[in-house]
């Protein structure tokens, strides 16, 4: 396998942590999970001759190619030859995991970081190693306390395996929309010692490092509950307004500058239309306890236009997403809202789409045609009075409509390697709307994407995961096949800011726009 070039393809962002179930390996529990049936499937041959893993693959591979946007007039996977190599494969399966290796490996193909499978990691055994990419090389930047002393050493190999061949050993358990996608997850796969079991690599009760300095490391397998981690001390921490917060959202005037902090794409009016009515008093406390985005976006800009404030700093970094509602409400600040141009979605409305969404079928169109699962329909164009999923949501979030209110100062968007799904939609609609400069890191996602998830559940083996249903295309259709959105100033995050606790983002904005200028 040929060594993996570190970031000549990844700009990893400075700040890191150890993530030790990302959303891209184990699926929040508590949500609704839609079991998937087909009478056609089931009444096969191949069907009812396979034991209970080869029967669900089959469920499962049925379901993606009729409910995935990419499988609409395309053969973007060779999918008979899949089809018949998993199910031979499955032949002497005794074990969920290894169902979900085969249904991962394909998915790992699509490129399509919102279609995956759930491992179910909890209460797994763990490694306790996070890693920081800096060009061609990798760095212990976090561990247990006990072997805190190895922190900050370079690695060069991992149970005597190059570095660069490890991480490519992880590619098949990943759903990745491109590589900065890949490099910005496989540290959290490497920490799961029951996923090493599906690559290449030696099985180990220990990780065994070896170091540049010619130091070693054997790492054990560990509880998450037992884990104490120590990470890699800054010699000086810069001054930077980011802070660690519960909030999803706020904003500091800091001299002539207003920093607007943008952790989570959620605020109370987008988790009512999540959570629906409800009973439970608990949860109602909790949504009362959050923040209105529109109350706050009023705010906060009413305090920019008394102070004279002439920069905006929208701050994406590690914000991963959540209801597109809010990045249209900040837009119509910061350019007229009829003057936006907007992602066009397109639906696939599946039979097992319309099985989650009953009150839709049949769905149409406004010219009066009934959709169906052969084609992709423009959600502009369905008709708004059933088309629940896109109409009764978007008359939640209310739009600045006053276009002496816009904000006529600069503004700048920071993404990173954690910027995700409607966080990064909004850095691109920010990017072909020409809103301000986009500052950071190769954005991890695809600027045309796939999203909008159902949650599917097999039959059989209760094996779980999602699947998106909608194709979401950029302002820029001739930049469509892009596979990563370009920032319009590039920081390289290096090994020596980590040390130094320079954030790069906010140097680099004091030194561009003077404070007090």
């Known amino acids: 396998m040929s060594k993996i070039n570190l970031l000549s393809i990844f700009y990893k962002q400075i700040t890191v942590f150890l993530i030790v179930l ?37 469920l499962f591979i049925d379901l993606l190619q009729s409910a995935h946007p990419a499988f609409v007039n395309s053969n973007v996977l060779p999918i008979d030859s899949l089809r018949n190599e998993g199910y031979k494969c499955l032949k002497r399966c005794y074990d969920e995991n290894e169902l979900r290796f085969t249904i991962q490996s394909i998915l790992s193909k699509l490129h399509d970081g919102h279609t995956i499978v759930d491992w179910n990691m909890k209460n797994i055994l763990v490694y306790p190693i996070v890693l920081f990419f800096d060009e061609n090389d990798v760095y212990l930047v976090g561990t247990n306390v006990e072997y805190q002393e190895h922190i900050g050493k370079k690695i060069s190999k991992i149970n005597k395996v190059p570095i660069g061949d490890v991480l490519n050993a992880f590619r098949p358990l990943i759903s990745y929309e491109n590589e900065y996608h890949f490099l ?9 010692c029951d996923l090493w079991e599906f690559t290449s690599l030696p099985k180990k009760k220990y990780l065994s490092i070896e170091f540049s300095d010619n130091t070693a490391l054997k790492l054990p397998q560990m509880r998450k509950n037992s884990l104490h981690m120590a990470y890699v001390q800054p010699q000086n921490v810069s001054h930077s307004p980011r802070q660690k917060s519960s909030k999803p959202f706020s904003y500091q005037i800091v001299d002539n500058i207003c920093y607007l902090q943008f952790d989570k794409c959620q605020d109370r009016i987008s988790l009512q239309s ?27 800009f009413m305090d920019i236009d008394e102070n004279e404030i002439p920069l905006l700093v929208v ?13 249209s409400q900040l837009l119509s600040w910061l350019m007229p809202a009829d003057s936006i141009l907007d992602y066009t979605s397109y639906i696939r409305m599946s039979s097992f789409g319309k099985e989650i969404f009953p009150q839709q079928e049949p769905l149409h169109t406004q010219d009066g045609e009934i959709c ?33 209110k816009v904000y006529k100062g600069d503004v700048l968007f920071l993404i990173n390697s954690r910027t995700y799904s ?7 609609l920010a990017q072909d709307n020409h809103i301000g400069k986009i500052i950071g890191t190769p954005s991890v996602f695809r600027p045309c994407n796939y999203g909008d998830l159902l949650m599917w559940q097999l039959p059989n083996t209760n094996v779980r995961g999602t699947i998106s249903h909608k194709l979401f295309s950029r302002p820029d ?8 959105l370009v920032p319009d100033i590039l920081l390289k995050g290096k090994w020596q800011d980590v040390l130094n606790g320079t954030d790069i983002y906010w140097e680099w904005i004091t030194n561009h726009y003077m404070i007090n200028r």
């Open 22 to 58: 990302s959303t891209s390996i184990s699926i929040v529990h508590g949500q609704n999970f839609y079991t998937y049936r087909s009478e056609d499937v089931e009444n096969s041959t191949l069907y009812t001759e396979g034991n209970i893993y080869q029967k669900d693959f089959l």
């Open 184 to 192: 910005s997850n496989v540290c959290n796969y490497i920490q799961m």
């Open 274 to 300: 999540l959570y629906g009515q409800q009973t439970d008093q608990n949860i109602k406390k909790q949504l009362e306890s959050y923040p209105i985005f529109n109350d706050f976006l009023t705010g906060m």
């Open 315 to 327: 701050d994406l970094r590690n914000n991963p997403g959540g209801n597109s509602g809010l990045c």
């Open 372 to 404: 169906v699962p052969s084609k992709l329909y423009d959600c502009s164009t369905l008709d708004d009075s059933e088309d629940t999923i896109t109409a009764e949501v978007k008359e939640l979030f209310i739009l600045n409509t006053d276009r002496s």
């Open 422 to 428: 409607s966080a990064g939609m909004l850095a691109v």
């Open 477 to 484: 259709t001739n930049r469509c096949q892009e596979e990563s």
